[in-house]
């Protein structure tokens, strides 16, 4: 059953839904009515929590950890929360949330070329250079997967790029993949500071997971920057890694500091929302696929990320640092 206009903004029409054998239904209540399952994007939003129903499964992004009213409103409804973020294998990552990483860290050059334009009040730069003129100076602080796709594709712009990390391991790696207009270098605050002299365009992309990201970029810092030059903080949505950083969203993306842009969206794939959706879908339909064929106890009893994903089942918290954060039980 699928809501009617549900995948207009990812361009997906209703008749391509009705051709493979979909119901269309007209509102979400019809939807929230009738399933025993409910596939989403975002987590619940106010106006759904009273659809939501005992013995119903939800399987979406939820963050509960940022919302103790998304939480309390969850638990009340009774319904079983299994939450895209939190399904990690057994080596520890998180493949639902991979796919947006790799598409924010792509996009972060897209829009750093398009504000280091003088339109859009950059210092009219153009990332590849031309022959004879030096490329823009691209610093990517952060070499996990945002960080990695920006520096890919920054290189693939022909710009003189840095990638900075303190993982040696995961330096090795990059050193190992990268082409050879990117510097791996070991992020410490002398490098950082040296590297914003020169850069036209900052990345920031470190994530320390379960903690509110560390500030590697001061305010003091941002007078070694070029006037005109642009910071994307993709890591806001963990509290950015840039002093100067808040969240803005696509409808009023960025802002200046000390003449210093800043674009700090805390959902950048929603702009690309095709790729994204399509990104999404490849990763969440298996796990689907799973849930619907043995329902969600049995799935959770023979996969592991499954039941790593159940945060809350039948108004119950089953996931320990949920429970730890708004010290409710577990
Ligand atoms: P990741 O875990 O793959 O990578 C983080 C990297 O940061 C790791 O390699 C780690 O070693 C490195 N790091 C830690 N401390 C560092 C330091 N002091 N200096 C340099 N590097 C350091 O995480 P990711 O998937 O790349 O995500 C990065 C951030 O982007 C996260 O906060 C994530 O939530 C965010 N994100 C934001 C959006 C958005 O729309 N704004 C979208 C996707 C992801």
């Given at each position: 059953m699928v809501q009617r206009s549900a995948g207009e903004g990812s361009g997906l029409i209703d008749e391509a839904y009705a051709e493979v054998g979909a119901t269309l239904v007209d509102t979400a209540a019809e939807v929230f009515a009738q399933a025993d399952l409910i596939i989403k994007v975002?987590?619940?939003q106010p106006s759904e929590w009273p659809m939501i129903r005992p013995g119903q499964t939800v399987f979406t992004y939820f963050h509960?950890?940022?919302?103790r009213e998304l939480t309390e409103a969850m638990l009340a409804t009774g319904a079983t929360s299994v939450a895209y973020e939190t399904l990690a294998d057994d080596q520890g990552r998180l493949p639902l949330l991979t796919p947006m990483s790799e598409v924010a860290g792509r996009m972060s050059i897209q829009e750093g070329a398009k504000y280091l334009e003088k339109p859009q009040m950059?210092?009219?730069?153009?990332?590849?250079?031309?022959?004879?003129v030096a490329p823009a100076h691209i610093t990517v602080i952060g070499g996990g997967v945002v960080g990695a796709n920006a520096a890919k594709i920054a290189a693939g712009f022909q710009a003189s790029v840095a990638i900075l990390d303190v993982n040696m391991d995961r330096l090795r790696y990059l050193d190992d993949i990268m082409p050879a207009n990117v510097d791996v270098l070991f992020s410490d605050r002398h490098t950082i500071r040296k590297q914003l002299e020169r850069a036209d365009l900052v990345v920031g992309a470190v994530l320390i997971p379960g903690a509110k990201a560390p500030?590697?970029?001061?305010?003091?810092?941002?007078?070694?920057m070029n006037p005109g030059s642009v910071i994307i903080d993709v890591a806001i949505d963990q509290g950015g890694c840039i002093e100067t950083s808040h969240p803005t969203s696509h409808a009023d993306p960025t802002y200046i500091v000390d003449d210093v842009l800043h674009y700090c969206v805390t959902n950048m794939p929603g702009a690309v929302g095709r790729t994204s959706t399509f990104a999404l879908c490849n990763v969440t339909l298996p796990w689907l696929l799973r849930i619907v064929e043995h329902g969600i106890e049995k799935a959770a009893a023979v996969s592991a990320p499954i039941a790593r994903a159940i945060n809350l089942y039948q108004g119950e918290i089953t996931n320990e640092p949920v429970a730890q954060t708004f010290d409710l039980p577990f």
């Open positions: 975002k987590e619940p509960f950890a940022a919302s950059g210092r009219g730069i153009l990332l590849g250079g031309v022959p004879g500030q590697l970029v001061r305010r003091e810092d941002l007078s070694r």
